[in-house]
């Protein structure tokens, strides 16, 4: 069975720091693994995915994960973090093309003026 | 706006009732899914249908029922309903089957049961 484990269920960081959210999966196959954010009162949006093409991947809004298979992790990270990315972020996994997503239990981001 | 419609938004019932979530999936989409999300359990996989047809069960109670429709809209009963499941269940969509497995998520339903 896949899953993913998210390290740290809340993680505080100050405006213009580096941001580092922490995510290790477990997959039988090779995966295809996402980021989603959750702002309050959303649903989740997708930020950036990997499926077996180049190992750093480029999201929106400034976000990047690397896909480290010797570590088994897809951690998230963004150089500098601003007030508008305190949020809910949710790492996912998936063993192929369109099926179902599982997710870890999220990280809640907060950035600190 | 991620094109995933979900009605209604809130919904507050008593316990033992039955209540109906409905789902339009962004046009052109033939893949539904349902989610449960609670502070205790996090975003759990319920169903999942494609074109109509059920493709995938997660962790979904027998009190919980779903389909898809012709229109490709879905909708999830919750019957006899428990306070436990007070919780906000999202439904995405996303293309046919393939390698470009972007799940778009509704807004979600908020359902507290009293």
């Known amino acids: 069975a896949q899953s993913v484990t998210q390290l740290g269920s809340h993680v505080s960081v100050s405006e213009g720091a580096l941001v580092l959210l922490r995510c290790n999966y477990s997959?039988?196959?090779?995966?295809?693994l996402f980021w989603y954010v959750q702002y309050p009162n959303q649903g989740l949006q997708l930020l950036l995915k990997y499926t077996s093409a180049a190992t750093l991947v480029k999201g929106i809004n400034g976000f990047e994960a690397e896909f480290k298979k010797s570590e088994t992790s897809f951690h998230l990270t963004k150089p500098s973090a601003h007030m508008s990315d305190a949020a809910e972020y949710f790492c996912?996994?998936?063993?192929?093309?369109?099926?179902?997503?599982?997710f870890g239990k999220g990280t809640r981001l907060s950035v600190i003026a | 706006d991620s094109g995933v419609t979900q009605t209604p938004k809130h919904l507050i019932t008593a316990t033992g009732q039955r209540v109906t979530l409905r789902c339009s999936p962004r046009s052109g989409d033939l893949s539904v899914y349902w989610y449960q999300q609670s502070l205790d359990q996090g975003l759990q996989f319920l169903i999942q249908y494609y074109n109509g047809e059920e493709r995938a069960k997660g962790n979904i109670l027998e009190r919980f029922s779903a389909q898809q429709f012709p229109d490709l809209h879905s909708e999830l009963n919750l019957s006899s309903l428990e306070l436990g499941d007070s919780a906000l269940y999202f439904c995405?969509?996303?293309?046919?089957?393939?390698?470009?497995?972007?799940?778009?998520f509704g807004q979600g339903t908020r359902l507290t049961v009293v």
């Open positions: 997959s039988s196959v090779p995966p295809y």
């Open positions: 996912a996994v998936t063993r192929s093309g369109n099926t179902p997503l599982v």
């Open positions: 995405a969509s996303s293309p046919s089957l393939g390698r470009d497995t972007e799940a778009f």
